[in-house]
């Protein structure tokens, strides 16, 4: 079980990198650190920096409303048996 949990994880840190280059503007460098997967890969965190920082608020107003898009790029872009319920957090590195 840890093996698909690490490759779920993997498939979605590579998918969301993807979709959050294709749509953000060139204002702003975000950047996927990690993605934490709970309930059997139903859901998923995925952990984000910002740069510059005085951006942060804005990008995340951004990626809450593209939530929907980006689980309809995952369902597009994966082989994921299911697509888990997906929410973007920041990285407090």
Same mark, same amino acid.
């Given at each position: 079980?840890?093996?698909?949990?690490? !490759?779920? %994880?993997?498939?979605? +840190? =590579?998918?969301? #990198? /993807?979709?959050?280059?294709?749509?953000?503007?060139?204002?702003?460098?975000?950047?996927?650190? !990690?993605? %934490?997967?709970?309930? +059997? =890969?139903?859901? #998923? /965190?995925?952990?984000?920096?910002?740069?510059?920082?005085?951006?942060?608020?804005?990008?995340?107003?951004?990626?809450?409303?593209?939530?929907?898009?980006?689980?309809?790029?995952?369902?597009?872009?994966?082989?994921?048996?299911?697509?888990?319920?997906?929410?973007?957090?920041?990285?407090?590195?």
């Amino acid at each position: 079980m840890a093996y698909r949990k690490e !490759r779920t %994880e993997k498939i979605l +840190r =590579e998918i969301a #990198a /993807t979709f959050i280059e294709k749509e953000s503007g060139p204002q702003s460098l975000i950047t996927v650190t !990690r993605v %934490e997967t709970r309930n +059997r =890969e139903r859901t #998923a /965190t995925i952990y984000l920096n910002v740069m510059p920082k005085d951006k942060e608020d804005i990008v995340m107003q951004f990626l809450s409303r593209k939530v929907p898009e980006f689980k309809e790029y995952l369902r597009d872009n994966s082989r994921l048996s299911s697509v888990p319920f997906t929410e973007f957090k920041l990285d407090k590195i």
